[in-house]
Structures are given as C-alpha cells and as structure tokens.
C-alpha cells in the first residue's frame, strides 16, 4: 500500500505543539505559559531550568487562562492578583500602593481557574442531571397523557357496553311484556268469543220458542191451550272479563344510575413524582458517569494516543451473502455485521464465515448497530418497527415508531442510549431511546424554528455526547449536542459533498465518507477539517460505511464490493 503524501501527513496532526517550529502532537499543556507541548518538548520544558518548576499537565486537564483585563489606574499593567482584605482585582503595581499596605493577595488566575471549573461543573450539572431528569420527568407526563387518555377510552367504551346491555335487556322485557298482552288478550277474547256464542244460542232459541207460542195462540181450540205447560229456559249467566291493569315500573335517574355504574375519582392522594437527588442520579446518569470515567482512564493509559503519520491496512477479507457493501457494525465478541443496498444483513467472524443472514426491508443507510450487550438493533423502514437480534439469535420487535419510517440508528457507547433518523412525507428528526425502549428525546428543529434534518440516513455519538448525522439531502454533517441544540454543519472540502458513513473515536475525532471525492474525512470535535485518511491512493474507491471497534481499528466498507478493510490510524 502506498504511504500518504507529506501535505496529508501533515493534516493529520489534532493538536499543534506551541514551541515554535515544531508540529508535533500537541497533547500536554504548561499552565504556567499556557501552551500546548508535545512529548519532547514537555521533556526539555522540564529540564530547562528556567521552567522546570513549570505545572505540566495533560492538555484536557489545563488551567484557563486568565482572560486580560487592564488595570484602570495602571493602564499599562494587567489586573492578575486578588486582595482579600479590600475583596477585589487589581495589578501588581497596585499592590505596593500605601491603602494596600500589609493585605495579602492571591493569584487571580488561580481563582478564576476555579471559578470556572465551578461553573463547568454546574454547567455539567445542567448537562448530565438536570436536564435529561427534567426529561425523563417530561417524558413520564406524555407517557401518562398517553394512559390517561387510553384509560378515559376505556372507561367510555364500557359505558357504552353497559349502556347498551340496559337497552337489550329493556327491550328483551318489554318484549317479553308485550307478547304476554298479546296472550292474556286471547284469552280474554276467547272467553268473550265463547260467551257471545252461548247468547246466540240463546236468542236463537227464544225466537224459536216465540215462534211456537205464537202458533199455540192461534189454534182455536182452546182446550190445547190448557194442555201445554208454558216454561222457558233462564238467561244462560255470563261474566264480564277482568281487564289486565298496567303496573309502571317505580324508577328514577339514581337508579339508572346504579344499575349502569358510575365514574369516581378515587379517593387517593396523587403520588409525587420521584425525582432522584443529583448525589444518588437516576439510573440512566450512573451508567453515562460510568461510562464517561471509564473513558477517561481509558485515555489517560493512552496518554501518548494520537494520530498516526500513516494510515496502515491491517486487514481485509471478504463477506458471503451480500451483494454490495454499504455499512458495517463491529460485533463486541469479535463479530461484526454488514448490510448491503438490497435488504441482506449478515453477520460474519473476523474470518470472514458466515455466522446468519436476515432479510430486511434495509437499503443504503446505516440501519443497524451493535449494543455493548452484543446484541443487535436494527431498523424495519416498511413496518416502522426497531427490531433487536440477541445472542441467541432471538429478533423481538422492540420499538414501534408509529407514522414515522426509521432510517439510521445508533447505540450509544456513553449510556446504551439508541439513537434514531427518522423522517415523516417533508419532516426529519432525531429520537433518543432509552436501553428499554422508552422515547427520551426528540431533536428535530433549531432555535429559529428552522429543520435540522432532511434525511438523516446515518447517525453516531462523539465522547462528548454531540449527535453526530451524515444528512443525505442536506449534503452535510449535522451535530447537535446532548441537548439537541445545533452546534455545527460540516459540509466538506471540495464543491460537493456527499456524506455517507460516520463514526467517532476514543480521541473525539468524527470520521465521515465522501462518496463525491472518494475519501474518508477527519474531523475535530468542533467541525475542523483535520485530514484525509482515506483515499484513492490507498485504493479507497466510492466508500461508504465506516465504524472503529474497541482497538481503534477503522472498519471500512465500499461501494459494489462484498469486502471490509480495516485499518490502524491512531498510535
């Protein structure tokens, strides 16, 4: 492999030594002149005799230096000391002047350094307690909006269900009751039917009775009419129906009421939210601080860590099962996982066999990451769904992101956050999970209204917990901080800039791939353009997912290969 040239090997420095002529790594810092120094010069720094008692620390561990203030009395001298007595700045020539006579002075330096560590602690306060507190604390109250108005639901749809039990069974009686009139009337009727028969009977047997005693009456012999014995049958009795009499039902709205139930409000005194002191932080701030110290001593046993003057190729093999490379996550037992641009995902060991294989809805955008469990997270852009893969090879759905269609994710390796791109028909966002799965987070516009995100399509975490998106549609790299306020674009070197694959490393470097000028990027925590580490010279042609694994080692994957190249760039 070729060497890079001298001007990129050049760039390739983080921090400049301040001795003049000298550019080396600048990684410590002398409190005394207030600046930087690389390994050598902090030896000679300390073996001069004029700076040998010089305080020489590592360079994230360096004093603030005193910003200049001229004296109002002594324009031409510096206010840099402090009297206790009269409790205010002044120079040094103020010091020997006679209403100063006998006080003792302090360094203002050394009390402005640490009034302003005071304040960067309750700065980091803000950062790391009370705001992802007050957070979680919001969050709860959506969640409980959420519950409140699902439980209101319910209890509206079981009165209904009640309700409409009342209106069947009422109808189911006066069915019933009516049916019974119907019968109770058919009888009746029948009886009357059966009594208006007997009465034609009757008269039908009077009008014959008539008939023949008018025949006696004339027959003139008499003597007939003493033969015959008059006698006529009685009236045949009848009886007149009993009508049924309606009885109403004796009710009002109280008992309506009681037989449909009510909604009470218990009588319970309402729960305070349980906010965790900042001694003993939540859960989710130990393992940040956990993590955060772990990180520091990490770095504290490099503390020679730094940009190599090469960027070395270590590795490179091939991977079975898929048709084209487009983003890689580095396994924690020594496997890693690699997506191409039709929906393979497979997993594969540093020997390049194939370990299993999924189908996924995935194309070219880094929809998939590794949690420090070993397990797997990977984003459905069809079923807006976060699938996890766990050792045992078990996939459970484990985030649905409702109308929003899920692009990148990321695992944080400060908290085991996720990290989301998202977008929605002409929106984009940001969402932050907590390791369970409950939204914590949701960035998505500036402090002028303004969107952040077109299509965040791949997405990492720096040490300092900025969010770091590679935004296709932006042509830029768009960094937030923890608390999602914007803290810059990096939109590349050449006139066009085409992001894909980001990541970060132990030194706070983002790395980023530029499909335009065929490169892989550097960049500082802050944005600055530090150097090229990959390019055509290196046989780097159309990159397009990067990420570093826990030895430093840059995995790279490229564009129509099924091959994943890693190299050593920090040493």
């Avoid at 189911?172 to 028969?197: F, G």
């Avoid at 045949?236 to 008992?255: C, I, S």
């Avoid at 060991?349 to 590794?370: M, R």
């Amino acid at each position: 492999m070729s060497e890079p040239s001298e001007e990129l090997a050049a760039m390739q420095h983080y921090l400049v030594c301040g001795t003049e002529d000298c550019q080396k790594n600048g990684q410590f810092y002398c409190n005394a002149c207030h600046r930087p120094l690389c390994e050598q010069c902090r030896d000679e720094h300390l073996k001069s005799p004029k700076t040998k008692t010089h305080d020489i620390v590592l360079y994230r561990h360096r004093k603030q230096q005193l910003p200049v203030e001229k004296c109002e009395l002594h324009p031409t001298r510096n206010v840099d000391m402090f009297c206790r007595e009269c409790q205010i700045p002044l120079c040094s020539k103020c010091s020997t002047m006679e209403e100063h006579n006998g006080h003792k002075f302090d360094d203002l330096e050394e009390i402005y350094s640490e009034k302003y560590a005071l304040w960067q602690g309750e700065f980091s306060k803000i950062q790391k307690y009370f705001l992802p507190t007050t957070q979680d604390l919001k969050s709860d109250i959506e969640e409980d909006v959420i519950q409140i108005k699902k439980i209101m639901e319910s209890i509206r749809t079981s009165m209904k269900s009640e309700a409409e039990s009342l209106k069947n069974l009422v109808d189911e009686v006066t069915s019933e009751n009516i049916e019974h009139t119907h019968t109770m009337e058919k009888s009746l009727l029948k009886i009357l039917k059966s009594q208006e028969t007997t009465s034609d009977d009757y008269i039908a047997y009077l009008w014959k009775m008539s008939d023949e005693f008018q025949e006696y009456l004339s027959i003139t012999n008499q003597k007939l009419l003493f033969s015959k014995t008059l006698k006529i049958q009685p009236i045949p009795e009848t009886t007149k129906p009993v009508p049924p009499v309606f009885t109403a039902g004796r009710f009002n709205k109280n008992d309506v009421t009681k037989l449909l139930g009510k909604v009470n409000v218990p009588n319970t005194k309402p729960e305070k939210r349980k906010i965790q002191p900042m001694e003993a932080e939540s859960t989710h701030m130990k393992s940040t601080e956990k993590q955060l110290e772990q990180s520091k001593e990490k770095s504290d046993m490099k503390q020679t860590l730094s940009l190599s003057s090469s960027v070395t190729k270590v590795r490179q093999y091939s991977v079975t099962g898929v048709v084209n490379a487009r983003h890689v996550s580095v396994d924690k037992p020594g496997r890693l996982w690699v997506s191409d641009g039709i929906g393979n995902l497979v997993q594969t060991d540093l020997q390049g066999n194939l370990l299993q294989k999924i189908q996924t809805s995935g194309k070219e955008e880094g929809y998939h990451t590794a949690t420090q469990d070993g397990d797997l997270i990977y984003t459905d852009r069809y079923k807006k769904v976060i699938y996890r893969i766990t050792l045992d090879r078990k996939i459970t759905e484990f985030i649905k992101t409702g109308d929003w269609t899920p692009l990148s994710v990321h695992s944080s390796r400060i908290n085991g956050d996720l990290l989301v791109g998202m977008i929605i028909i002409g929106e984009a966002k940001v969402t932050r999970y907590s390791k369970a799965g409950k939204e914590i987070q949701n960035i998505q516009r500036d402090n002028q209204g303004q969107g952040l995100y077109k299509w965040p399509h791949y997405i990492t975490e720096n040490i300092n917990g900025d969010i770091c998106t590679s935004d296709y549609n932006k042509d830029a790299i768009v960094v937030v901080n923890k608390s999602g306020q914007h803290r810059f674009s990096y939109t590349g070197q050449g006139s066009e800039f085409i992001p894909y694959g980001i990541c970060t490393d132990v030194l706070g470097h983002i790395l980023v791939c530029d499909n335009t000028s065929n490169t892989v990027d550097l960049l500082d925590q802050d944005g600055g353009f530090l150097s090229v580490i990959l390019s055509p010279q290196q046989g780097v042609k159309r990159p397009y997912g990067v990420c570093v694994d826990d030895e430093n080692n840059l995995y790279v994957v490229q564009q129509w290969t099924k091959t994943v190249s890693v190299y050593m760039y920090l040493q």
